[in-house]
C-alpha cells in the first residue's frame, strides 16, 4: 500500500479537491487501483449539522455519513468506493479519544495530543487500509490550510505516520497559489516558497508541489520554486484556471505528467493512461451542439456550492446529450402567486432542490404549481419532492391548506408528517434517515423505463420528513403516480404527473450517483424533456 497526502498552502479555495480527484482519476487511468479521503481539521462530527453558507453541500454516502462535498468529486472522479471511515474530522478524532479515556483505555495515563490524538488519526489511516488489502494508493487530501492552528495534528500525524510506514511508501503533495500581481505583470513565488517552509517546520518535505495559476508556470519561476521549496524542478507542477469544465482539472494536470511523477515518487509499476473515455466525455461540455436553460429553484441560489452535485449532474446528463446547460438561479423567495410567468416563464425545466426549514416554500410550490400548469419539465428533489406533494394536494385535490408538518404544525393536512421513529428524535447529529435504501419501481411508470425497467433500485436519501400514506388514496384518486416505495417500510419514494411531459419528484437524491459518462437515470429523462421542450 502506498499512500498520497495532498495538504494545501496559501489560501483556502485552491481546488485541492478537485487536484486530489484529478490525481485519482489519473492513476486509475494508469491501471491502479486507488482510494479517495478527506481528513478535516474542523470541530463538527460532520459536516451534516453546518448550514450550506457555511460549508456547501452536505455529500451523502451510501452507508449514510454525511461527508464533504470533495468526496462527492472523489466519487464522480473516480470508481473509489468510499464509506464512512474515509471521511475524519477532528470532532471526530476527539470525541474518540475522550470517550477511551472515560473507558478507562488510557487508564494511569495522562492523555495528551501527543501522542494520544495523532495516534487516534494514525489509526484511522491504519483501519482503512486494513479494511481495503486489494487498494494501491490511499490519497488523502487535508482540509484546510498549512499554518492553521487546527490542522496541526493531521499534519503532525502523517509526519509519523510516513516515518512508521516508510517514507518511500508516502508522496507528500502541497497544492499553492502563485498570485498574478498585475500592476507589476508578474507571478509571486513568495507565498509559495513560506507555506513550504511552514510544512518544512513540522518536518515534512513535500515531494510535489502543485502551482494553481491563472496562466502557465515558466521554466524560471519553476526553477525558483523547485530551489526554495527543495524539490526537483520536475515536481513543480502548473495547475492552471480550466476554461470550461472542472472535469478539464485531470487533462491540465496530465500536461505535466503528475500521475508518471507519483508514480515515479512511489515507486508504482503502472501504465500510461488511455483518457479518451474522459477526453470525449470534456469534449460533450466543451462542444454542445444544443443549449438549454434550466431554473435551479432554491434558497442558497447565491452560494456556489450549496447544489454541488445538482449541478454536476446536470452537467453530466449535459454532456450525454451534447448539451449546455444554463442554470437559471431562482431565489424561491423571489416567486409569488402573480410573477412566476414572468421569472421561470421561458426556461426549458425547472428543477426543486432539497432543502430545509420554511424559508422560500410558497415560492417553491409556486414554481411547481407553474411547471404542472405550463407542462414545462419539472424534477423535485427531496424538498423538491415534498413541495410537488403539498401543491398537489392543495391545486388538484382541493385541500387548500395541505403542508408538511416540518412548516407548520397544525395543518389540517398534513400530507407530508415525521413517521413515527423519527418523532422522539432530539439529537440533531446523524439523526435523519440517511444512506442508501432499497425500493420497488413500479412497472408503467415513467421511471420504470427510464431505470430501463429494473424492478429494484438503490438511492441515498438524507431526510426526515416523509409522505404521508393516509392521504396516498386521495391523491393516487386525483391522479398522482406513485413510481416507487421503498422496499422496508413502503414509504413513498417517486411520485409522477402522468399527465405531463415529464413531472417526476424523488425523495431520495439522484444527484450524487451521477459520474462522468454516466448521467443518472432520472436527470438523464428530465434534460431529454427539456430538451424536446
Ligand atoms: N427538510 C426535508 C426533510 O427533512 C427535506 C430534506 C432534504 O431536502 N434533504 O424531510
Redesign the pocket.
Known sequence: MKYIFVTGGVVSSLGKGLAAASIGTLLEHRGLKILLQKFDPYLNVDPGTMSPYQHGEVYVLDDGAETDLDLGHYERFTKTALSQINSLSSGQVFENVIKKERRGDYLGKTVQFIPHVTDEIKDRINLVTEKNPDVDVIITEIGGTVGDIEGHLFLEALRQFSLEVGREKVCFIHVTLLPLVRAAGEIKTKPTQQSVAKLREIGIMPDIIICRTEHDLDDANKAKIAMFCNVPVQNVVAFRDVENTIYECPLDLRKDKIDRLVADVLNLKSETPNLSAWQDFVDRIVNPTNEINIAVVGKYIELQDAYKSIYESLTISGAAHRTKVNVLKVDAEKIDDKNAAKIIGEVDGILI?????DRGIEGKIEAARYAREQKIPFFG????M?IATIEFARNVCGLAEAN?T?FTKDSPHPV?CLQEEQQGVTDMGGS?RLGSCESILIAGTKSHKLYGGANRIHERH?????FNSDYQNQLQEAGLVIASVSEKEGLVEIIENPDHPFFVAAQF?PEFKSKPNLPHPLFFGFMEACLNR
Open positions: 432542490p432539497g432543502g430545509f426549514g428533489i427531496c424538498l423538491g415534498q408538511s416540518e407530508i435523519m438524507r431526510h426526515r420528513y416523509e437524491h
